[in-house]
């Protein structure tokens, strides 16, 4: 029974010497395992911060929208799911043409408060963008919603039912007060605006708009005005051209006041009911002297006494 004790106890002694270097190899395994993972951490983290930011999709500087956010803003604009008149995707793809090769940064003038001001505002993207309404109450609602717009409210004192008589007015004033070369802060012009901003006067426009005010019935102010008074902000430019785009060019007052004082020779599209004039800044010497509009004066007679519907 000694003996069979005895190898019993070597056995013993013997039993814990066999897993010593197993517990060694293990423990400097581990060690070298956990300094290259630490190591190889350190260098990933090293190599990604020293990555450049350039490759940010989001521009910093004033570049156009991209196609993608301009196709989606032009659908947002031109659907269908709204009692509000708005203009046909058509119509839109030319004013977002014209911003798109604005100069930078672009000065865009609007006539009226309508669907598409959202969509204006944020195609003119690092421009200033300006609208005139002819209601106070919704020029306030629309700034306290979106306080981002500048707007300002315009008071229009003539009517539909005054347009052949403002126009014979204007031609026959055309050396004095309703001259197309001219600061129209200081003019007593019957079809001027001279209630706006100051600083409203004194901007070279790129870009005007004319989407209003109303003009479907004969006692709505009609858009006689801003046409008239955009085409002397075009001409009194130091140089340059600004595009000016008239909505409803197929009623009567905005095709004739288009062509009279915007001229037919400065029309360089029409789509669907948009018309589009380029204006270069300066008047037309006239045959007799002084300066005009246009080339060729249209010999102004109304259409008809009917105002289309809107």
Request: proline fraction near 6%; charge should be negative.
């Amino acid at each position: 029974m000694k003996g069979s004790a005895a190898a019993n106890t070597k056995l013993i002694l013997l039993h814990p010497s066999i897993h010593k270097p197993s517990s060694s190899y293990r423990f400097f395994f581990l060690f070298f395992l956990t300094f290259f993972t630490l190591a190889f951490v350190m260098t990933l983290f090293n190599t990604s911060s020293t990555i450049p930011s350039a490759t940010s999709p989001f521009p910093t500087g004033n570049y156009p929208l991209p196609s993608s956010i301009t196709t989606a803003l032009l659908h947002y604009a031109s659907s269908s799911n709204t009692t509000q008149h708005h203009m046909t995707p058509s119509e839109l793809s030319v004013i977002s043409s014209a911003l798109n090769r604005c100069p930078s940064p672009c000065h865009f003038l609007i006539f009226g408060l309508t669907h598409e001001s959202l969509l204006w505002h944020s195609l003119n993207l690092g421009g200033r963008t300006i609208f005139l309404h002819e209601s106070e109450y919704l020029v306030s609602s629309f700034e306290r919603a979106h306080p981002e717009i500048e707007a300002y409210d315009i008071q229009y004192t003539t009517k539909v039912s005054q347009m052949s008589e403002l126009i014979s007015v204007a031609k026959n004033h055309i050396d004095g007060d309703c001259r197309p070369v001219q600061n129209l802060l200081f003019s007593d012009c019957k079809i001027a605006i001279n209630d706006m901003p100051n600083h409203i006067y004194n901007l070279n426009w790129d870009l005007i708009l004319i989407d209003g005010p109303r003009g479907f019935l004969p006692d709505a102010p009609g858009r006689m005005a801003p046409i008239f008074t955009a085409a002397v902000l075009a001409r009194s430019k130091k140089a340059g051209k600004t595009h000016v785009l008239v909505h409803d060019f197929n009623r009567e007052v905005e095709r004739i006041y288009g062509e009279e004082f915007l001229c037919e020779e400065n029309l360089v599209e029409t789509v669907d009911s948009l018309g589009h004039f380029v204006v270069e800044a300066g008047g037309v010497e006239g045959d007799g002297g002084g300066v005009r509009f246009c080339r060729n004066s249209t010999s102004f007679s109304p259409l008809s006494s009917e105002i289309d519907d809107y």
